[in-house]
């Protein structure tokens, strides 16, 4: 099983619209969590940001963790085609053992 | 400028032939690391540095070695390269593990 677990997608959806990319995760030594998103190709770009379980929001994302259920997700609102991106979470360890999930690629049409 | 750079940014190679990827960055960050992305199966960590000196393995270090003489450097070696490892390379660096990552252009490594 993998440690880091993320709906594949990919998804597809018209400008507007409010945009849900999840992941699981089994391996209790992760202490925090983050997600990037990555245009083609490129190096990833940190969006959010998360050690404790809870909402977190900057502008039109919000990262919610859930530790007792192992469940991450960050949401979009008022998705931009320049949103257009493959989103990857990720978990974190304190030695620095970082696992990325397997990366949800994501269409806003205008 | 505030970066981590990769080189080369493309390579062909063929089988056994010993190769080394550089990575170096200027911000002085403590914790650096290398990642393979291959279509979906995303970014799988291969090899981790806490400080200098201080390497350990990630998912898949299986064929790879590195090395931290120095705080700036993290170069990525394949001693004797196979087309299994035919990938999109990329290296990070944050000022600590639980820190922001800044990654590198990445390389794509093509081994014949």
């Known amino acids: 099983q993998k440690e880091v677990e993320q709906d594949p997608g990919p998804l597809s959806v018209p400008e507007g619209a409010i945009v849900s990319l999840n992941c699981t995760y089994s391996?209790?030594?992760?202490?925090?969590f983050m997600w990037y998103r990555q245009y083609s190709r490129k190096g990833p770009e940190l969006l959010m940001y998360?050690?404790?379980?809870g909402n977190k929001e900057d502008g039109r994302f919000t990262a919610q963790v859930d530790k007792s259920s192992k469940y991450i997700s960050l949401f979009i609102r008022d998705s931009q085609p320049s949103d257009s991106a493959t989103y990857l979470c990720?978990?974190?360890?304190?030695?620095?053992?970082?696992?990325f999930g397997q990366g949800t690629i994501l269409t806003v049409h205008p | 400028e505030a970066q981590v750079t990769q080189n080369p940014r493309y390579l062909i190679t063929v089988t056994g032939k010993k190769l080394t990827v550089t990575c170096s960055q200027n911000?002085?960050?403590?914790?650096m690391s290398w990642y393979r992305q291959d279509p979906g199966l995303g970014l799988r960590q291969i090899y981790y540095?806490?400080?200098?000196?201080?390497?350990d393995k990630g998912d898949v270090p299986e064929g790879y070695k590195v090395s931290r003489k120095e705080k700036r450097n993290f170069p990525l070696i394949l001693e004797s390269p196979s087309p299994n490892q035919t990938s999109l390379y990329f290296c990070?660096?944050?000022?600590?593990?639980?820190?922001?990552?800044?990654f590198g252009s990445g390389t794509q490594l093509s081994v014949l």
């Open positions: 540095s806490m400080n200098v000196e201080v390497t």
């Open positions: 911000m002085n960050h403590e914790y």
């Open positions: 391996n209790s030594a992760f202490q925090y």
């Open positions: 998360t050690y404790s379980s």
């Open positions: 990720l978990g974190g360890t304190s030695y620095g053992k970082l696992t």
């Open positions: 990070a660096s944050s000022a600590r593990e639980d820190e922001k990552l800044f």
